[in-house]
């Protein structure tokens, strides 16, 4: 059975009249939600082995992401567009010929080592920029840290509200009133003397 349900995925995914939607899923998947789990995995288990493999996937990916915010404009509309592109992130993954660690030795280490002074020029200027912005708009990013804190708070008690009608917040800012009156009958107040 398990092998019907693998043949009907892949006819989704490859089918080239398949829905956009579900292939976009796939690339989704298999190039971030899957490499995010194992480089968990990775991190937590100390394998130093591992942890390479998804540093170097890593700088592969974004590559690949910078590349493909200006080949994107060019190419979405091609029918088989998401297609080679979930075939690339397989690729970069596979064991059997490990593309994330072909691409960095072969196309990005060596142009990130020629160009290395430059570059760090250029993120030691970038670094100081932001914490130029940082510290002259320290008021304001606060303003706006707040801002977001309440608006997410208020929006959490109106979807508790939704979900929990007429339950009381225990963990929120509530308003209460007086504190209950317990009445006592006189026969309670004499035993008490």
């Known amino acids: 059975m398990e092998s019907g349900y693998s043949k009907v995925g892949l006819r989704l995914i490859l089918s080239p009249l ?14 971030f939600v899957l490499p995010v ?5 990775a991190i937590e288990t100390k394998d130093q082995d591992e942890q390479q493999k998804w540093l170097i996937y890593w700088a592969a990916y ?14 979405y509309w091609c029918p088989l567009y998401y297609h080679m592109k979930f075939a690339f992130l397989v690729w970069l993954q596979l064991p059997s010929v490990d593309g994330a660690r072909v691409l960095y030795m072969n196309h990005l280490r060596p142009f990130l080592r ?25 008021s304001e990013i606060q303003f706006a840290r707040t801002l977001i804190t309440k608006l997410l708070l208020s929006a959490n008690h109106v979807v508790q509200e939704i979900l929990h009608p007429g339950q009381r917040q225990v963990n929120g800012p509530s308003i209460e009133g007086p504190p209950e009156q317990v009445e006592t009958s006189e026969s309670e107040s004499e035993d008490e003397e």
Do not use: P, W
């Open 18 to 31: 398949g829905s956009n939607v579900v292939i976009r899923t796939a690339c989704c998947s298999v190039g």
């Open 37 to 41: 789990y194992s480089t968990f995995k």
């Open 62 to 75: 974004g590559s690949f992401s910078v590349a493909e915010l200006f080949t994107d404009k060019f190419l």
């Open 114 to 138: 020629r160009h290395q002074s430059r570059l760090d020029q250029f993120v030691n200027f970038f670094y100081g920029e932001m914490v130029k912005f940082v510290s002259n708009h320290e």
